[in-house]
């Protein structure tokens, strides 16, 4: 079986892909932005716990959509991807640091 000479480098930067990469992006690095912004809001919100979580979820949904709009905003996917991850593992070790 003969494959196609394809060019690779073409294909992963074309327009399709690259709006797919940054949907992808948005959908899963965002929830992973959202979930440990809410994580770490509702650590640090100094109420009761169940009103600290409440209002962490509630604010997750605006982390959500700043994520999105993020993703779609940079210069490349690849700047998306790296930003967003690198904003969840700043988060992330803010929480370790908090409890």
Not at 49 to 73: C, E, G, K
Request: glycine letters at 4%; aromatic letters at 14%.
């Amino acid at each position: 079986m003969v494959l196609p000479n394809l060019n690779w480098r073409a294909f992963i930067r074309s327009q399709p892909i690259n709006i797919m990469s940054r949907s992808f992006a948005a959908i899963f690095a965002g929830y992973l932005v959202a979930a440990t912004g809410s994580g770490l809001l509702a650590l640090i919100i100094p109420l009761p716990a169940s009103q600290s979580v409440l209002i962490a979820m509630m604010l997750s949904f605006s982390f959500y959509v700043a994520a999105a709009i993020w993703a779609f905003s940079v210069g490349t996917s690849r700047q998306a991807w790296r930003d967003l991850l690198l904003i969840s593992a700043i988060l992330y070790i803010f929480i370790l640091w908090v409890s």
